[in-house]
């Protein structure tokens, strides 16, 4: 069968909420209430909405995101042959924006539960209540990278205005955040982060899942809960800025909640409306990009370098070891809780069991990169370590490979930069 490869080039934003566009822009909401429900459009609505600057993509080397797929909207694949890609994907497609919806609904939640916790902590500082603080920031931060893979396509969270860069970048300058903090004239509102995060530099990380990890476990992992008890040195404004960038996260993760949810004029209602294998794209590119470039080259493949001995994404709480984990988990629900497998077992029986094979594979090797992470990072040559990490890049590549194959069977465009 002879394929020809048709790309669209249109917007990098493309479908975005009533084709609204707002450029460079990222938006947060500025909500009467911490609990204020979203409404309206993804983007818009009854709230008020303030602009800060910000810029596209996560910012950090580590955790990427932003429009990999630069402005490719048009994801599907033409064939000479009539009938190549004929089937039925409503249900797929239908079950895709349930799970990027209720896994976005699970991390406000978590997100929501480390707020009150900081609550918590900030009202009655304890040992006790310190450990629940952190045991939130862990659940989010889990629950979090699970949703990782509904990006790489300029959808609500990574097109210009989303709020990537806002959420989960990283490294962290331990040492700006402890000048904003010690600086009386910086306000620390969650308006204020948001509009200083990365303002003149990806490096600038002022917001986000890191920044929290940082003010709760300290620069070596040393932080005590008497660094919370009020009226002691900068305690104070450490509280103020903890309490708002938790905000901030709920914020910003309602905006995605809003975004997908059910019964509204939003993006999920306008992928639901394309083209089954335009809205096929987003799924496939979404996962296959994570597994197969994200992970794989820019987080493991990355810190093998000698210039990258100290390059991991939480350093501060030494949970690393799991990010990778759970954001491969992500993946793979979209391929196995969306009903993709089953679409592609039924066009190609023997390679639906191939891409399950190259599953328990990558599995295996993330599994094998065990604490303490920091042994995976630039190891020698010939070490154990080493060969252990160019094993799960092998083996994610080699799935992302798998997942590309799978999409181009259904006549859908994947586009995983490196492989």
Not at 67 to 74: A, F, R
Not at 270 to 284: H, K, P, S, T
Not at 294 to 312: D, K, V
């Amino acid at each position: 069968m002879q394929r020809k490869t048709r790309i669209w080039i249109g917007l990098g934003a493309a479908v975005m909420v009533g084709g609204t566009s707002v450029d460079r822009t990222a938006l947060a909401w500025d909500l009467a209430g911490p609990d204020s429900p979203a409404s309206g459009a993804a983007f818009g609505g009854p709230e008020r909405l303030f602009a800060a600057q910000a810029e596209g993509g996560e910012g950090g080397p580590g955790e990427g995101g932003g429009q990999v797929l630069g402005t490719i909207t048009e994801f599907r694949l033409s064939s000479t042959v009539p009938g190549a890609f004929d089937y039925d994907a409503a249900a797929q497609v239908t079950a895709y924006g349930e799970l990027v919806h209720g896994t976005y609904v699970a991390a406000q939640e978590a997100a929501k539960a480390l707020r009150e916790a900081i609550a918590a902590l900030l009202d009655d500082p304890s040992p006790e209540a310190f450990e629940a603080a952190r045991q939130a920031w862990r659940a989010a931060r889990d629950a979090y990278l699970r949703t990782e893979a509904f990006q790489f396509y300029a959808g609500p969270v990574d097109a210009p205005g989303g709020p990537l860069p806002r959420l989960n970048s990283w490294p962290v300058d331990a040492d700006r955040v402890a000048g904003i903090i010690g600086d009386p004239s910086v306000p620390l509102d969650f308006r204020g982060l948001a509009r200083m995060n990365q303002a003149g530099g990806a490096g600038e990380v002022t917001t986000g899942l890191h920044v929290v990890e940082l003010l709760l476990w300290g620069e070596d992992g040393d932080r005590e809960h008497s660094d919370f008890v009020a009226g002691v040195g900068d305690n104070d404004r450490r509280g103020a800025y903890l309490s708002a960038a938790a905000q901030l996260l709920v914020n910003d993760l309602g905006l995605l909640v809003a975004a997908w949810a059910p019964g509204r004029n939003n993006y999920r209602a306008a992928v639901e409306a394309m083209d089954q294998r335009n809205a096929l794209g987003r799924a496939f590119n979404g996962m296959t990009v994570l597994v197969g470039y994200e992970i794989p080259l820019r987080r493991i493949g990355a810190g093998l370098f000698p210039a990258n001995e100290n390059f991991q994404p939480s350093p501060f709480s030494d949970t690393s070891t799991a990010d990778n984990r759970f954001a491969f988990e992500g993946a793979r629900d979209v391929y196995y809780e969306t009903g993709l497998d089953a679409l592609i077992a039924g066009a190609d029986a023997g390679l639906a069991a191939e891409i399950d094979a190259a599953f328990a594979r990558a599995e295996t090797a993330l599994l094998a990169l065990d604490a303490p992470y920091a042994r995976f990072l630039a190891p020698a040559a010939g070490s154990r370590e080493r060969a252990t990490a160019e094993q799960a890049v092998r083996a994610l590549t080699d799935l992302g490979r798998e997942l590309r194959r799978a999409g181009n069977r259904l006549g859908v465009l994947v586009v995983v930069p490196g492989l």
